[in-house]
T-cell receptor, first 110, second 114 residues
């Protein structure tokens, strides 16, 4: 399978804590993206980091990319109950399609 | 939100019957995709389109066919549905802007094959 792998598969934290999830991939990439999926809904794009970038911020999201290790991490700071969702990384190898990871299920308890 | 709809949203059918799912977009995006999502497997690409009448297979294309006769519509057909095709199906659209291939997803179709 070409799918990337995400770690952990599931994560439970309290509101206010930080959540970190990791993504490893196999191919060289043009960019890497993170998506969020609320239960029963379609995926929503969160952030994109290009292969020549090492870190990117968007609000409470911080993404890092290490192309030498073929890995990325997504940090959500000061988590809220509304952050409860599944999070997917997706790599863009500069073809016509993305390669999605298997996802991390995040549960944030009030 | 991107203008992308899927129909039907829910469908229950019997083994051996043909099923067609429709994805409709109002964004004039070049790329359209069909995925299936199953527990433990994440999101898997079935077929995708890179233009009108231009389609290609994804990683789980067996048992599925697609057609795109106009920019806004991408149809997924199960010629003879099987129970293994019970899944949630997502359509996505994309345009390669500023070097990125950000995808916008539809709300999904829950298909049950009895």
């Amino acid at each position: 399978s070409q799918q990337g792998e995400e770690d952990p598969q599931a994560l439970s934290i309290q509101e206010g804590e930080n959540a970190t999830m990791n993504c490893s991939y196999k191919t060289s990439i043009n960019n890497l993206q993170w998506y969020r999926q609320n239960s029963g809904r379609g995926l929503v794009h969160l952030i994109l980091i290009r292969s020549n970038e090492r870190e990117k911020h968007s609000g409470r999201l911080r993404v890092t990319l290490d192309t030498s290790k073929k890995s990325s991490s997504l940090l959500i700071t000061a988590s809220r109950a509304a952050d409860t969702a599944s999070y997917f990384c997706a790599t863009d190898p500069n073809t016509d399609k993305l390669i999605f990871g298997t996802g991390t299920r995040l549960q944030v308890f009030p | 939100d991107a203008g992308i709809t899927q129909s039907p949203r829910h469908k229950v059918t019997e083994t051996g019957t043909p099923v067609t799912l429709r994805c409709h977009q109002t964004e004039n995006h070049r790329y359209m995709y069909w995925y299936r999502q199953d527990p433990g497997h994440g999101l898997r690409l079935i077929h995708y389109s890179y233009g009108v009448k231009d389609t290609d297979k994804g990683e789980v294309s067996d048992g599925y066919s697609v057609s795109r006769s106009k920019t806004e519509d991408f149809l997924l057909t199960l010629e003879s549905a099987t129970s293994s095709q019970t899944s949630v199906y997502f359509c996505a659209i994309s345009e390669r802007e500023r070097g990125g291939l950000e995808q916008f997803f539809g709300p999904g179709t829950r298909l049950t094959v009895l």
